[in-house]
């Protein structure tokens, strides 16, 4: 860890090189220890730290960058005469915003000692917890146990100063009984949170649920889906139609249906970055405080997330989703919620004649972002239910479905929400599960 | 190399039965281009040392970009601390590696233009050529071009006494072009990428292309959607290259056999029972790995574990033969490593990964398949693409589809997709494009791992056809 003291050092000395230009600083550090198990043995086993400043140098309408992952003077000296120099050779851009001193965002506690301190030995314990678990069962445990420690740092030359630390601990399973898997997961700041028994219950429960999977015609079932697969599902919400950036090129559905129904009334997503239910963090890229952005206000399209660059061009202000300094990759939402509702996987399960239960999604894409139809298939986990009860455990199911008509169909959401990654690690969200009537399955895994 | 000696030093001292270290020094120069003006030219630099230990068996690696003596010798306690950790939980006596023989090399990839050597002001020049090419143009509402330039200094010693020094190189560069209608928006794009100079990118000429480019994008807005049926496919052969990367090139990565990477990019269906019997694809089908193909943005020198580039045949006549494999999973079938570890940077351990894996070229021409094809659809460059966990049911989405009836091609069509199984989909290939038709593809973006890797690799592939495929899958 660098510490706020000499993070400070570091971005005052970059910004007083620029001499005449406008400079903005962005500076992470991480610190990644990370182990990971396969079959019963740990197989990899890591501690990685580094950092990145990447320094904007900016003079009227022209902007340049440059990044080192070193630190020392004459470093630092290198990537500001090499921003400068980009920014020399670059074309004028018309719709280049000017740096500004953003606002001091509120200070939220994200870093946890205890996390930041784990020993590998620890992390071996946690691991052999759910080894232990599979071995008495005998059947295969796999899975990762990660802590990180990440410092983000941002100062510019009119006066933007902000600074950040946080941890993060990721430990989750796949639990191997034959060809059959379950799956189970924790995303906490603080890794005593984690209850390693409970985590490896949960995929040793799943693997052993039923014995031979059974084929499932593709079709349309009423389908639950566990938390984790909403992460998978609302992911591509968030990647490809709630940044302004989409909306203002005219690909996402939020460029021409902002304030018409597009989904369900039952159906409600926001983000915010300060709701520390989730994995919040006080500013982003640009220094910008985070705001609350509503994206589906009861089924309503009511809002996207702006930079500064796409703030400028609808006139607006930056809600603080910046991923770049002056938006040399595009706004993205951050940490988002769905709204619960009164249901319980119990109820939804009970409710449902036939239907499918999903865990969790593998390697999903979106190859329509305008209706943002999306496709990938179901893993570690799928049962199929009848008369209000899982009866069997089916083969892999391929979806291929319209997120847009998947939550018109919102049949039920349960009363709790959890905090989740989806399969690309793209964002950490807070989602409820949900039951979605004929919901498209259009594959098979069966071979 | 001096500081390396000694880390390993360190780290045998501390009990290490087997170290290597790597130094990395990596510059790369990304330029974006944007036909509204936006333009983003930016230097980016990152150096410094990962260390890999085995000690009683088991594995540990650490990384520090801080390369003073006090922190090396840190690095080599740290790693050995992790080792010793994963000792806790390993199976039986643990990993042990056979000895290598010393060896001091350098490799450097073959160059004509050092891309660093040529200004930034050029490269901007060539990408603002290609895209006034489309500036105006009705219909078109964003046009983007890109380039990169890579280079990279890596020094490898072991405590075999394997002493590497190599300078890779790579290029590339793209062209995308959006074309937005009043309830749609449809996009065409080039990219490709190898290991090669600035010489590459020229040869690109994407001046040319955009303006194909262009006027599909804009066709695409009033195509009919690609019907839904079971058809002959016809791919180009950007899609050809995907098809392999994705539905060959990682079901035959080793460590996925091995369940090591269950948690995250999946498992493989090719289980070892079948390695040498399993029929894979049709007679048509011949895979290799060849990390020694001039350009290929796969080829190097030597893998992060000090082996030597090689070629290796993995589906010969249509039958599986071999994975890539390792220094440590090779001996389960008592055979050497064949080269396939790589890291990226400094920061990472090495993993089984791809190099050029490639679709060796047939005998037919792309016309002569074409012609040969009473009904069906020809489509080119990946939109999307989606596989299951053990790379079985796949689903690929392209940016443009052709009807093929009678041996012509007809009416354009988009939102195609296709879907299948690997080995029925593979078996039912019955015609692959020539020499004349062959390239090897950059593919700049291959991730694996945790924390995730995304590293570069090659394709070598041709138009080819595949019969009774299920297209048009959307609902």
Not at chain 1, 227 to 248: M, N
Not at chain 2, 348 to 377: K, S, V, Y
Request: proline content about 4%.
């Amino acid at each position: 860890m660098i510490g706020k003291e000499d993070a400070f050092k570091v971005l005052d000395r970059v910004l007083s090189y620029g001499e005449g230009v406008d400079i903005a600083a962005h500076l992470t550090s991480e610190d990644i220890s990370l182990t990971r198990y396969a079959r019963n043995q740990i197989h990899q086993n890591l501690r990685r730290e580094n950092c990145h400043l990447t320094v904007t140098a900016v003079k009227g309408k022209k902007v340049g960058a440059a990044s080192t992952n070193l630190l020392d003077e004459r470093s630092l000296r290198w990537v500001v005469e090499q921003a400068k120099e980009s920014m020399e050779l670059a074309q004028e851009d018309p719709d280049l915003p000017p740096l500004f001193r953003a606002e001091p965002a509120a200070p939220i506690n994200t870093y946890v000692p205890y996390t930041a301190q784990m020993t590998p030995s620890e992390r071996a314990l946690g691991c052999g917890a759910v080894i232990s678990a599979a071995q008495k069962e005998g059947i295969l445990a796999s899975g990762t146990y990660s802590t990180l420690v990440r410092e983000t740092v941002v100062a510019n030359t009119p006066g933007t100063r902000a600074y950040n630390v946080a941890t993060e601990a990721f430990f989750k399973t796949v639990v191997e009984s034959g060809d059959n898997t379950g799956y189970a997961d924790r995303l906490v700041r603080d890794a005593r949170d984690i209850d390693y028994d409970q985590v490896a219950r949960e995929a040793v429960e799943r693997a052993l649920l039923f014995d031979e999977p059974v084929d499932l015609k593709p079709g349309r079932y009423d389908t639950i889906f566990l938390e984790y697969a909403v992460a998978d599902l609302i992911r591509f919400l968030g990647y490809v139609a709630f940044s302004a950036a989409a909306k203002q090129r005219g690909t996402s559905f939020m460029a021409t249906k902002m304030g018409q129904k597009v989904m369900g009334d039952n159906v409600t997503m926001w983000d915010d970055g300060m709701d520390t239910r989730g994995f919040a963090s006080p500013f982003d890229a640009e220094g910008v405080p985070r705001e609350k952005v509503v994206f589906i206000d009861k089924g309503v399209a009511t809002g996207v997330v702006y930079d500064t660059r796409t703030a400028a061009k609808d006139g607006v202000t930056s809600t603080g989703h910046a991923t770049s300094v002056l938006g040399r990759s595009q706004p993205m939402p951050h940490n988002m919620f769905m709204a619960t509702g009164d249901s319980s996987l119990e109820d939804m399960i009970l409710s449902t004649e036939k239907g499918v239960l999903v865990t969790r999604f593998h390697y999903t894409h979106c190859p329509e972002p305008m209706r943002v139809v999306a496709t990938g298939t179901t893993r570690d986990g799928t049962f199929l239910i009848e008369d209000g009860q899982l009866v069997a455990r089916v083969h892999n199911l391929r979806f291929t479905e319209s997120m847009l008509d998947a939550f018109s169909n919102v049949e039920a959401i349960s009363k709790d929400a959890r905090v989740v990654k989806d399969w690309w690690s793209t964002f950490i969200s807070v989602f409820p599960a949900v039951k979605i009537k004929d919901f498209n399955f259009t594959g098979s895994t069966t071979f | 190399m001096l500081e390396l000696e000694k880390v390993l030093g360190i780290a045998q001292k501390l009990g290490a039965e087997y170290a290597d270290a790597r130094y990395v020094s990596t510059k790369a120069e990304p330029i974006f281009l944007e036909s509204d003006g936006a333009s983003s030219v930016s230097t980016s630099k990152s150096t410094g040392v990962g260390l890999r230990v085995l000690v009683d068996g088991a594995w540990g690696f650490a990384s520090t970009p801080n390369l003073n003596e006090r922190s090396l010798g840190q690095l080599a306690k740290e790693a050995v601390e992790i080792a010793s950790a994963s000792a806790m939980y390993k199976k039986g006596e643990g990993t042990s590696l056979d000895p290598l023989p010393s060896i001091n090399v350098k490799y450097k990839t073959p160059v004509k233009v050092d891309p660093f050597s040529v200004k930034a002001e050029e490269k901007l020049e060539y990408l603002n050529d290609a895209l006034s090419e489309v500036k105006g143009m009705p219909d078109i509402s964003r046009a983007r071009a890109s380039m990169i330039s890579y280079t990279e200094e890596k020094v490898f010693l072991s405590t075999d006494g394997r002493k590497i020094s190599q300078n890779l190189t790579y290029t590339g560069a793209g062209i995308s072009v959006t074309a937005r209608g009043p309830n749609d928006a449809q996009s065409r794009s080039f990219d490709d990428y190898a290991s090669s100079g600035y010489e590459f990118v020229l040869d690109l000429d994407l001046k040319t292309k955009i303006q194909d480019l262009a006027r599909e994008a804009r066709e695409l807005l009033n195509a009919p959607v690609c019907p839904e049926g079971v058809t002959d496919l016809v791919m180009g052969g950007s899609m050809t290259a995907l098809q392999i990367h994705e539905s060959c090139g990682h079901p035959v990565e080793l460590d996925r056999v091995m369940g090591w990477e269950t948690t995250y990019a999946g498992t493989s269906f090719l289980t070892p029972e079948k390695k040498g019997t399993f029929r894979y694809g049709s007679p048509e089908v011949h895979i290799v790995a060849d990390a020694t193909i001039p350009e290929g943005l796969g080829s190097f020198g030597y893998d992060d574990e000090g082996i030597e580039a090689q070629r290796t045949d993995l589906i010969v006549d249509g039958i599986f033969q071999d994975y890539l494999t390792s220094r440590e999973l090779a001996p389960m079938f008592d055979q050497e490593s064949n080269g396939s570890m790589r890291a990226v940077g400094w920061e990472n351990l090495p993993m089984i990964r791809m190099t050029n894996i490639n679709l060796e070229p047939g005998d037919w021409t792309l016309d002569e398949i074409i012609r040969d094809t009473q009904d069906g659809i020809f489509v080119d460059t990946p939109k999307s693409w989606s596989l299951d966990d053990k790379r079985l049911n796949f689903h690929f989405g392209q940016e443009i589809a052709f009807e093929i009836k009678d041996g012509s091609l007809g009416r354009m069509l988009k939102n195609s997709a296709y879907t299948g199984m690997t080995p029925e989909f593979w078996r039912s290939c019955d015609a692959v494009a020539g020499k004349d038709e062959w390239k090897v593809w950059g593919t700049p973006g291959c991730a694996k791992g945790e924390p995730v890797q995304v590293i570069h690799v090659g394709h070598g592939a041709s138009p080819a056809r595949f019969r009774n495929i299920k297209v048009g899958v959307e609902e």
